[in-house]
């Protein structure tokens, strides 16, 4: 695979400066909607900068087809020609540098038989058949396929009355339209694959009421993190929608993990593209996860290898006091063979805890997808020159965001300087001082990438010699003693800057309705953990003085209440549409509350009062005794629940020894005095400060009305975001951490 000129220069680039999304304006579409069948769809975007190189093609699994050639450079990848009977042959006719497929239209139906799609040819007197706005209609749905921004895209919805693949007919849709996200972790430069499954088998019940789905490769996050390029795309396929349908009633997201982070940004930074929001699985962002998740594997090389001598980190709940995370003593997490093997060869692995953690089960292996530019596991999919090339990073795929600096990469918004892990296992006595120290001495920073060496996981880059395995990627971190302690990592300062800029950390400023349901995998220990809720809750709570456009609703993982959830949001959307004076908050229904269910969807309790915890300092509701959360590393060293602070402020270690952040321990501490210094030369966190690198005032204008379904709506701020602010930081208290725990699963969706 060959790529343009230049592609690859890597050249030095400021980080962004301008104005957050939420504050500029969108140049005016210029394509001709609707794309015809035939038709290929624009492949330039409209404001999210220019395409990116190289991109690997995926594979239409409707069509069948190859993409278009666009060269014949030997740029992307090769387009072979076809014999009579329409098979691929061996000659290469020409590249397809951008991906682009022609538009095309196929029917799907359910059949009787099993339950399960198939082409509508294939048809045999067995039809299903749904009810849909009052009358019974065949179960069969038109699927269009083709791309746009580069990205497939899919749009779905029941077949009208008389319709032509070219001219549908609107009469067995409800007028509502749902915007389907997906998750995982990319660091962009693929387009994915589409198939029916992807959106057909995964919102059969919907479409069986008259949904309309819409859904793009784009607006999955196992290809990119990019939401201008996210936003960009749904803004274009909804017009593709729109020009083929009609404007929909209104707009909801739905989808699991990183589809619920690009939910709760677009919410924030383009008001009306969504008009409200069923994020699962969710987390606030993207980039605010590093933060915690890059502590996991320093502190587990820690406990498994430097501090091997201390019987107690054999046990994984003796750990949770430190990471925070959930740990469960009898699981068998999923490197357990690999640790087992390597076992022969490696003594480290012959001393690893009985059990396991969410940091190990949940999060290992992330470090070095997002963050280690010699790692990608596609690599093979190109040319040798291309992928050696390449910066295989989150922070490359963002770097027009990040900036990158002389040495032609990106810059990290990561930092761990004066991070005092297991600060309030020490306080609570459950670490001595030596620990303490010694830890906090051991974990250094991850290394810079012209530092960083190829990855040992070897199950994910082909290599099969036990010997090399390294779970913990630790040739890659700073590692150091009590006599010679670690440096850490520094983050740029613009880098963080220019993602807050940018819109790529969620604030909080959002009013949609939001119902934010998972079902809990705490003890599972599973990535998406309760916690992340809780976190996008409070800083919504921080923004505009309330949460009470979000709920949060938890349940056994063997009861799915996404359609349930559907209603609820259906009947808050009418109401709006009905009396948008009265606002957000003003139009939520009596049904529209916090609840937790059993494995049979059962409430178990509902109310405003459900979720309380140590979290918001109230005595544990219902649901939280029910499905308690946990915490992280960050939490565990003295930061917000909220988990957007990338770069603490400092103080020097006699002020924080002063200001009693050490507890009990606080004499130990003086007496070690000199090691704190020696480990903290440029001081220790104080989260009472703002982040370092977060703009200062506000990064967009306050109050206002947004648009919701077509009318506007006032903004609801119960104080302004100054007082809120003042309310929070302005105080010097000691900010006490809560205890609350790759295209992962959704809600019985993925």
């Not at 490197?335 to 012959?350: P, S, T």
């Not at 604030?507 to 990535?527: F, K, N, S, T």
Request: net charge negative.
């Amino acid at each position: 695979m060959g790529v343009p000129e230049g592609a690859l220069d890597h050249a030095p680039i400021p980080a962004y400066r301008g104005d957050h999304p939420r504050k500029s304006g969108r140049p005016a579409e210029y394509y001709p909607f609707p794309i015809t069948i035939g038709g290929a769809g624009p492949v330039e975007t409209l404001f999210a900068g220019p395409s990116t190189y190289p991109f690997l093609c995926g594979a239409n699994k409707v069509t069948g087809s190859q993409p278009l050639v666009d060269n014949h450079d030997g740029e992307g990848v090769p387009v072979f020609s076809l014999d009579v009977e329409g098979n691929q042959t061996e000659e290469v006719i020409g590249y397809s540098r951008d991906c682009s497929h022609k538009t095309s239209v196929a029917y799907y139906y359910r059949s009787t038989l099993d339950g399960e799609f198939y082409p509508l040819e294939n048809a045999n007197g067995d039809i299903d058949q749904v009810t849909v706005n009052g009358k019974s209609t065949e179960f069969i749905v038109r699927l269009e396929t083709g791309t746009i921004n580069r990205f497939f895209y899919a749009i779905a919805a029941l077949r009208g009355e008389g319709e032509t693949a070219e001219a549908p007919n609107t009469s067995n849709w409800n007028k509502r339209l749902i915007y389907q996200f997906r998750g995982g972790v990319g660091v962009g430069r693929q387009q994915g694959d589409i198939s029916h499954r992807a959106i057909i088998d995964r919102r059969a019940d919907q479409l069986a009421r008259g949904y309309a789905v819409v859904y793009s490769t784009a607006n999955q996050t196992s290809n990119h993190y990019n939401i201008w390029l996210a936003e960009d795309t749904a803004r274009r396929l909804k017009k593709q929608f729109s020009a083929l349908y009609a404007e929909p009633m209104y707009t909801v997201g739905i989808g699991g993990s990183g589809g619920a982070i690009q939910q709760y940004l677009l919410a924030q930074n383009a008001p009306g593209v969504l008009d409200a929001a069923l994020p699962l699985y969710s987390y606030p962002d993207m980039v605010s996860q590093t933060i915690y998740v890059f502590d996991c594997e320093p502190l587990e090389y820690f406990f498994d290898v430097v501090a091997a001598d201390n019987p107690r980190w054999r046990d994984v709940q003796e750990r949770e006091a430190v990471i925070g995370l959930a740990t469960n003593p009898e699981f068998e997490h999923r490197f357990k063979i690999l640790e087992d093997a390597a076992a022969l060869f490696d003594g480290r692995y012959r001393t690893t805890a009985d059990g396991a953690s969410e940091c190990v089960q949940g999060w290992r292996g992330l470090v070095p997808l997002v963050n280690n530019p010699n790692f990608i596991h596609f690599s093979k999919s190109f040319s040798d020159s291309v992928a050696e090339n390449t910066h295989w990073t989150h922070w490359e795929d963002l770097r027009e965001f990040y900036g990158a600096g002389q040495d032609g990469y990106a810059n990290s918004a990561w930092d761990n300087q004066g991070v005092q892990y297991g600060l309030n296992a020490l306080k609570q006595g459950k670490i001595t001082v030596d620990e303490f120290l010694r830890l906090n001495a051991t974990i250094g920073g991850w290394k810079n990438p012209t530092e960083q060496g190829g990855e040992k996981l070897w199950f994910m880059n082909g290599q099969v010699f036990p010997m090399d395995l390294s779970v913990w990627s630790e040739h890659n971190m700073n590692l150091g003693s009590l006599d010679n302690p670690a440096p850490r990592s520094v983050a740029s300062v613009e880098a963080i800057e220019g993602i807050y800029r940018s819109g790529h950390v969620f604030l909080g400023d959002v009013e949609i309705p939001i119902l934010d349901v998972r079902h809990y995998l705490d003890g599972e220990l599973d990535m998406h953990h309760s916690l992340a809720s809780f976190s996008s809750r409070e800083r919504i709570r921080r923004a505009r003085g309330h949460a009470d456009n979000q709920l949060i609703w938890m349940s056994h993982k063997k009861y799915n209440p996404v359609d349930e959830a559907l209603d609820v949001i259906d009947h808050w959307m009418q109401k709006i549409i009905e009396h948008p004076e009265r606002g957000v908050a003003g139009n939520k229904p009596v049904e529209a509350t916090d609840r937790c269910f059993d494995r049979d969807g059962n409430v178990l309790a509902a109310g405003p009062s459900v979720w309380d915890g140590d979290w918001n300092h109230k005595p544990a509701g219902a649901c939280m005794r029910q499905y308690p959360i946990h915490s992280t590393p960050r939490q565990m060293s003295g930061a917000p629940i909220t988990g957007d602070v990338f770069k603490c402020a400092l103080q020097p270690v006699e002020r924080a020894v002063a200001k009693d952040i050490y507890g009990s321990a606080t004499s130990g501490i003086v007496e070690r005095i000199d090691d704190l210094r020696r480990i903290f030369p440029q001081g220790v966190c104080n989260y009472n400060a703002p982040d370092v690198g977060r703009p200062k005032g506000p990064l967009f204008p306050h109050g206002g009305e947004v648009m919701i379904a077509g009318h506007s709506v006032g903004a609801d701020y119960r104080q302004s975001p100054g007082e809120i602010t003042q309310e929070q930081d302005g105080v010097e208290q000691e900010v006490q951490p809560t205890p609350v725990s790759v295209d992962e699963s959704e809600l019985d969706e993925e």
